[in-house]
């Protein structure tokens, strides 16, 4: 049996420009071009914070609003292109026990996958990951499901997702379809960088891994 965990903003939900008009209005960062946002999805999810100047201690609480807005519009979010057909065959593959785990809230999560027809897809959901603690989510996934690292596999689209995966010791795949640039995916050395959602199935086919 071989686990598929995917994080849900930018690789499942095309949620980026939502979820971007919900920050600057919190941050008051609305004032933000194309070239400059260009350049932070180059840069960490920390380093993204420092450059605002967001007061690390304001975080919960913007977090929190911003789930909140989220719930409120989540019916403006689709699933990227392919998406749906790709989590589709590979729930169909006997082989995939297949996961979601999202710094969103559990029930944003959950409305966005049933309005798309895609929760009979996932063995469970789990929302509300810190921004910066992912891997004690991802810990806590895998001790619950008793999960065989070995053959578990984390799909995001962020550095903090390969950094999360590589700390509970298992195998990071990334997107560049969500919000970081693809030479700063790379650069971790995750175990796959994959370009559009049908790759997903060469990197999971069963002579693959």
């Known amino acids: ?19 971007y008009e919900i920050a600057s209005g919190l941050t008051d960062t609305s004032h933000i071009d194309e070239a400059e946002l260009e350049r932070l999805r180059h840069m960490s999810l920390r380093k993204v914070i420092a450059e605002l100047k967001v007061p690390v201690y304001r975080l919960p609480k913007l977090v929190l609003r911003g789930r909140q807005l989220m719930h409120e519009r989540i ?12 989590l589709q ?11 979601v785990i999202s710094s969103n809230s559990e029930q944003n999560v959950r409305t966005f996958l049933r309005a798309n027809n895609l929760e009979p897809y996932f063995d469970g959901v789990y929302g509300g990951a810190g921004l910066f603690n992912k891997a004690t989510a991802l810990k806590r996934v895998i001790r619950r499901n008793r999960i065989d690292t070995s053959t578990c596999f984390y799909i995001g689209d962020e550095v903090r997702d390969v950094i999360a995966a590589t700390k509970v010791q298992i195998e ?5 379809w969500g919000y970081q640039a693809a030479d700063a995916l790379v650069k971790q050395h ?3 960088v994959v370009k559009d959602p049908p790759e997903l199935l060469e990197v999971f086919g069963s002579d693959k891994v």
């Open 89 to 99: 065959q590979l729930h169909a593959d006997p082989e995939n026990h297949m996961l």
């Open 190 to 192: 995750p175990f796959a």
């Open 172 to 176: 990071p795949v990334s997107v560049t």
């Open 75 to 86: 019916h403006e979010v689709h699933p990227f292109p392919g998406i749906p057909e790709v």
């Open 1 to 19: 049996m071989r686990t598929l965990i995917f994080d849900f903003d930018g690789t499942i939900a095309d949620s980026f420009e939502l979820a």
